[in-house]
C-alpha cells in the first residue's frame, strides 16, 4: 500500500473519529469547540472534493482533534470517554456498510443535504437551523436502522433538544467520513492488522497540524 493512500484513509478515519470525539464533548459538557464543529458540518456539503484533505476545508490544522484521538486511542489509551468514542467511530463505520447497500437511502440523503445548503450558505454551518435540518436527516434515515448508536453522557445535557440535535448531526458527519474513508480503501480489517501503522500516521500527521497551528506566519 503507497503512503499517499494510508495517508488518505488515516485523514478521513480521523474525521470520524473527530466527529465521535465531538458526539462525546457534547454528550458529555454540552459543548465542543466551534472551529472542530464547523469542520465537521461543513464535510457532509463538500461531494467533489480535489483530494481528501479538501473535505475538511485543505488545512491539516482543522483535523487535529481527530488526528489526536485517533492516535491516542489506537495506541491503547483506556480512559473511558477514549473508549466510548473508539465504539461510536466503530460503529459509525458499520452504520455507513448498511447504508452503502440501501442507494435509495443514499440518494434521499444527498438530496435533504443539498437542501440545506441554502441554510448553511445563509446561516452558517455552526447555526441553530443547520444543526436542527441536518438532525432531522439522520433521524428520518440512519436512526431507522436496527443498528443504533448509544451515546453516553450527562442525562442532563442529553436531554436538551439543542445538544441532541448536535450530536445526531455529529453523527451524520462521522458517516459521512467512513464513506471517505472507504472510498479511500479503507477496511475494517485494517484497524486490526495494521493499527500501529494507522496510529503512527496519526501521529505524525497530528504533530504536523500543530506545527501548522502554532508556526509564525
Known sequence: MSNSSVTDQTLALAGVFQAATLV??????GSCAESTLETSLQSLFVTNPDNTLDVYGGELMNLREGLDALAKILSNQTRQQDMDILRYSLNLIQLESTLNRKPDMLEAIGQRIDQARHTANHFGY??????GNLASVYQDTISTFRQRIQVTGNPTVLQREENAAKVRALLLAGIRSAVLWRQTGGRRWQLILRRRKVAATARTLAEQANQSVYSPR
Open 24 to 29: 462525546s464533548q457534547v454528550a458529555h459538557q
Open 126 to 131: 455552526v447555526h441553530s437551523n443547520l444543526v
